[in-house]
């Protein structure tokens, strides 16, 4: 463990990813496990975070005091819920930190407040952390700028394992996003969610979304552009988490040394 080492502190340390994050930056040259954090009353508060991760102890307990973490520490990893990270990113701009959000389902007002702390706080945030997303999402943008909206048609296909809370998921989103930047338009006024009924023809220059839940399937996503007697897809697997968590320690070092900030992979990836 080098004294140049970046501090990384990892909230919902229990969870699946937060146990995925302590592993990766345990194995991460140029970083290290300095706090993990979980909710007050949680059973895992005391208990040493490394043999939380399956690695055997590392010595550093697990807190239920976020900010005392943040305070000294340069950087932290949070795929938690929407609520826990609005008051995280609060924390991570008065300790003037890198804060790296792989939290999905937030509202617009969440996203402002996040937003704003990203005035003191550098902040890298996105719908998925993984390299082959955000080159899926690039692909995205200009196969539905160079395939128009009079002939072809939009779908952004997606699931994952059952305990998953939120649809669609960030993923889908951001392929969403990136359809509609490629066809010069908002998403939030061409996004079809629901279908159920006599729906009538689909509106042209749609984006619609499918969600499928079920199992322990970790992430699928496609981007279909179907045209009269063709059809173009885009996909991504994810068969192992630790794909998310490379990318946010990937994050947090690229963040170290900038100015603050709200980034996207994209920046991190040199893909913007």
């Not at 954090?37 to 005091?65: C, M, N, W």
């Not at 945030?125 to 995205?140: F, P, T, Y």
């Not at 994810?238 to 709200?262: E, H, M, N, Y």
Request: proline residues 3%; contains cysteine; hydrophobic residues 45%.
């Amino acid at each position: 463990m080098a004294e140049t080492d970046m501090k990384l502190v990892v909230v919902g340390a229990a969870g699946r990813m937060g146990q995925t994050l302590i592993r990766t930056i345990h194995a991460i040259e140029g970083a290290r496990v300095y706090a993990a954090v979980e909710r007050e009353g949680s059973p895992f508060v005391g208990k040493d975070a490394g043999e939380l991760a399956g690695l055997g102890p590392i010595g550093v307990p697990v807190t239920s005091a976020p900010l005392e973490a943040f305070v000294h520490a340069e950087g932290v990893l949070d795929f938690t819920a929407p609520a826990a990270t609005v008051e995280f990113a609060g924390l991570a701009a008065q300790a003037r930190i890198v804060h790296v959000i792989g939290t999905t389902g937030c509202s617009a007002e969440d996203d402002e407040k996040i937003k704003a702390a990203a005035r003191h706080a550098r902040v890298v945030k996105s719908g998925n952390m993984s390299l082959g997303v955000n080159l899926l999402g690039v692909l995205s943008e200009r196969a539905a700028r160079a395939l128009g909206p009079e002939d072809w048609d939009i779908e952004v296909l997606e699931m994952h394992h059952r305990h998953k809370v939120d649809a669609p998921s960030g993923t889908a989103l951001l392929l969403g996003e990136a359809a509609a930047r490629g066809r010069g338009i908002a998403l939030a006024d061409h996004s079809v969610r629901v279908r159920d009924g006599h729906t009538g023809a689909r509106p042209r220059g749609s984006i619609g979304f499918a969600t499928l839940r079920g199992g322990s399937v970790i992430g699928e996503h496609a981007v279909m552009i179907a045209g009269e007697g063709e059809m173009v897809t885009l996909s991504h697997s994810a068969t192992d988490r630790s794909i998310f968590a490379r990318g946010a320690v990937r994050a947090a070092l690229w963040a170290r040394d900038r100015k603050p900030g709200l980034y996207s992979m994209l920046d991190v990836l040199g893909l913007n």
